[in-house]
C-alpha cells in the first residue's frame, strides 16, 4: 500500500449476538482485504490507507460452496473515514429482519419460482450517507418468498417471470423490530416491441450506434 497506512479493528453484532465466523471486507483505493471474525466477533487489518474506506460484514460461508445458489448473504455495509496517525477501531451493531410475501401471475394465480429482487436503501448511523444493498430469491411453487437477515431501511421489490411478465415497484420498510410480512407482488404481461430506425434521417455522418428508451 502506498502512502499513509493505519490499523483498522472492530468489534461486530448480529442481532445482539457476537458474529463469529462472518466476512469482513475493506476495500478503497489500492486496497481491497478480507478477514474472518474470531470467536470474539473481532477483526483488525493491520494496514489499510488513510482516506475513505468501504466495510462489508457477510454471513460466514456455506458450507457447501457448490451447492445451488450458495453465497454469503451481505448484511451491512458502511464507508468509514481514516486519518493520518489515529488507529481506528469500530463498533459495529447490526440489526436484521425479514421481508416475505408473494407473486401473483398474470392470471391471478399464484407465480411459482418467479425472480424476486429486493434493493434496499440503508442510511448509516448518523444519517449522513445511504448505501445500497441488493437481495435476489426464488419463489417456490407457491409463489410464496422470504428475504432473510435484511437490514433496516426503505427496501424496494420486483418480480419477474420468463415469458409471463414482470411487476411494478412495491415499496417495503424494513423497521428495527419488525419485520414486513403478507407483501403482494402482481405481476403484469410484457411485450414485445420491434421496428426498424431509418438511418437516412440522421444525415452524414451515419451514427454507428442508436439508442432507444421506452418510459411507463
Known amino acids: 500500500i502506498e502512502g499513509p497506512t493505519v490499523r483498522l479493528t472492530g468489534t461486530v453484532t448480529v442481532d445482539g449476538l457476537l458474529a463469529k465466523d462472518h ?36 454471513e460466514p460461508p456455506p458450507e457447501d460452496l457448490f451447492a445451488p445458489r450458495a453465497r454469503s448473504l451481505e448484511i451491512w455495509r458502511s464507508t468509514v473515514t481514516t486519518e493520518a496517525g ?31 429482487n429486493a434493493n434496499g436503501a440503508i442510511k448509516s448511523k448518523d444519517g449522513s450517507r445511504t448505501d445500497w444493498i441488493s437481495r435476489h430469491e426464488r419463489c417456490d411453487q407457491n409463489g410464496r418468498f ?3 437477515k435484511l437490514p433496516a431501511g426503505e427496501w424496494t421489490i420486483t418480480a419477474t417471470k420468463r415469458q409471463v411478465g414482470r411487476s411494478t415497484q ?3 420498510t424494513v423497521a428495527v423490530g419488525a419485520s414486513e410480512t403478507g407483501l403482494q407482488v402482481t405481476l403484469a404481461a410484457t411485450h414485445v416491441l420491434k421496428g426498424t430506425v431509418d438511418l437516412q434521417a440522421f444525415g452524414e455522418p451515419k451514427p454507428k450506434d442508436v439508442y432507444l428508451w421506452m418510459n411507463d
Open 86 to 116: 489515529k488507529d481506528l477501531d469500530l463498533p459495529i451493531e447490526v440489526g436484521t429482519w425479514s421481508v416475505e410475501g408473494v407473486v401473483i401471475g398474470t392470471d391471478g394465480a399464484f407465480a411459482a419460482e418467479a425472480d424476486v
Open 170 to 172: 412495491v415499496k417495503a
Open 146 to 148: 422470504r428475504f432473510a
Open 23 to 58: 466476512l469482513v471486507t475493506v476495500w478503497g483505493e489500492n486496497t481491497h482485504q478480507r478477514r474472518t471474525l474470531d470467536a470474539a466477533g473481532r477483526f483488525e487489518f493491520a494496514q489499510v490507507p488513510v482516506g475513505s474506506l468501504t466495510v462489508q460484514i457477510q
